[in-house]
């Protein structure tokens, strides 16, 4: 009868696979510490805003009725629950917005489309917005260049009071009280090269012992 497989047994059949371990792990790590070398260096930069102390103009009908019409396919119910973060998270978000950040950053030259949906597309990849438990507004842009970044996330801001004033939602000018100013980064934020290079060896040193283990219990399945 065989006997149980024990931790030297388990040992032994590494070891006597280590020349397989070497392809296994080392190529994939070598190869994404290389990847990630050779990848663009990703800046990122973050503008955080609050909403104004007063609320959007509640008997300003039309403006929300507008506002609902434009935005439904961003935030379904606006007109119901039309708060001022809502409304300034549906205006970050819009088209109106980005089309206005293509124009004046020349996203067409620096995206590399042709285009405009796809530009909108990659800068709604590259921005992330968000609202936290106190209300803070963070708008957080992705680029290769970290004043571009800083400039874009600032332009979010800014660009709020001209669609404020041709939509009339709100009488605080300006519409937003700025928290943190969005500022170029001085470190990258991506690729992370060394947790990059540990996930492969990772995930390769997981995918070879599973292979050199099922190998074993396969051989000695086939042993009369």
Do not use: W
Request: aromatic share 8%; glycine share 2%; hydrophobic share 40%.
């Amino acid at each position: 009868m065989d006997s149980e497989p024990t931790i030297l047994g388990y040992y032994r059949i590494v070891k006597n696979n280590r020349k397989l371990l070497i392809y296994f792990v080392g190529i994939p790590v070598i190869i994404t510490m290389i990847g990630s070398l050779l990848s663009h260096k990703i800046y990122e930069s973050t503008a955080s805003i609050l909403p104004p102390e007063d609320t959007m103009n509640s008997g300003n009908t039309s403006a929300l009725s507008r506002l609902s019409s434009e935005y439904s396919s961003l935030l379904p119910g606006l007109a119901e629950t039309s708060s001022p973060s809502d409304i300034i998270n549906a205006m970050l978000k819009s088209d109106r917005m980005a089309q206005d950040i293509i124009n004046n950053f020349n996203l067409k030259e620096r995206y590399k489309q042709k285009y405009r949906i796809y530009m909108k597309r990659k800068l709604a990849k590259n921005t992330d917005i968000s609202i936290s438990k106190e209300n803070v507004i963070s708008i957080t842009v992705l680029d290769t260049d970290p004043q571009i970044a800083a400039d874009i996330a600032n332009f979010y801001v800014s660009n709020l009071d001209k669609m404020n004033a041709e939509l009339e939602l709100s009488s605080s000018n300006p519409i937003v009280r700025i928290l943190d100013v969005a500022y170029p980064a001085e470190r990258k934020t991506k690729p992370r090269i060394k947790l990059n290079m540990f996930l492969a060896a990772f995930f390769s040193t997981t995918i070879f012992i599973c292979y050199i283990f099922s190998k074993e219990y396969l051989k000695k399945l086939r042993e009369p």
